[in-house]
């Protein structure tokens, strides 16, 4: 069965710092994946998605992702913390199947300080 | 977001009687999908649609249904609320099963007392 984890569930840094929000996956089935973010009271936000074109993805807000299959993960990184990036972050695969639905994380707490 | 509203977007019950949540999208995507969130156990999902009348069961579908009368409406309904029922539930669509990442409605909090 298809599963994503998420390695840390809250993650604080400083502001400027860089953020790395772990994920990894399993999947039998080459994956689609994707990271969200939510912002309090507010629904799930697509930041980025690897659908088996370029390893590397950029997203919104100065996101990026690198999928790596020798090491089933697809860590979400910027390179400079904003205060507005304090939300929570999940990681989802799809597995490219019929019948199936994405399959998320627990998500991540980013908190940043300044 | 533009394009799906829930409704509503708070709710307070009693346990046993029954709710309904509905998701409205003007997208005109296939597939539609009902996910709870919970602390600790990030999303899961309850019943997805991959069209009118058609649906199927996820992970934590037990004490809820669904209905798709026509495309543009998804309705969950907790046939007789519970106190585990107490969640957020969100409403997402998507043009196709993979590739595409869905899009979220803001959320119905509701709460069984």
């Known amino acids: 069965a298809q599963s994503v984890t998420q390695l840390g569930s809250h993650v604080s840094v400083s502001e400027g710092a860089l953020v790395l929000l772990r994920c990894n996956y399993s999947?039998?089935?080459?994956?689609?994946l994707f990271w969200y973010v939510q912002y309090p009271n507010q629904g799930l936000q697509l930041l980025l998605k690897y659908t088996s074109a370029a390893t590397l993805v950029k997203g919104i807000n100065g996101f990026e992702a690198e999928f790596k299959k020798s090491e089933t993960s697809f860590h979400l990184t910027k390179p400079s913390a904003h205060m507005s990036d304090a939300a929570e972050y999940f990681c989802?695969?799809?597995?490219?199947?019929?019948?199936?639905?994405?399959?998320f994380g627990k998500g991540t707490t980013l908190s940043v300080s300044s | 977001d533009a394009g799906i509203t829930q409704s509503p977007r708070h709710k307070v019950t009693e346990t046993g009687t029954p709710v309904t949540l509905r998701c409205h999208q003007t997208?005109?995507?296939?597939?539609m999908y009902w996910y709870r969130q919970d602390p600790g156990h990030g999303l899961r999902l309850i019943h997805y649609?991959?069209?009118?009348?058609?649906?199927d069961k996820g992970e934590v579908s037990d004490g809820y249904s669904v209905s798709r009368s026509k495309t543009e409406d998804f309705l969950l309904t907790l046939e007789s609320a519970t106190s585990s029922q107490t969640s957020v539930y969100f409403c997402?669509?998507?043009?196709?099963?993979?590739?595409?990442?869905?899009?979220f409605g803001s959320g119905t909090r509701l709460t069984v007392v």
């Open positions: 989802a695969v799809s597995p490219n199947q019929a019948g199936t639905a994405l399959i």
């Open positions: 649609s991959y069209g009118v009348k058609d649906t």
């Open positions: 999947s039998s089935v080459p994956p689609y």
């Open positions: 997208e005109n995507h296939r597939y």
């Open positions: 997402a669509i998507s043009e196709s099963q993979s590739g595409y990442g869905y899009t």
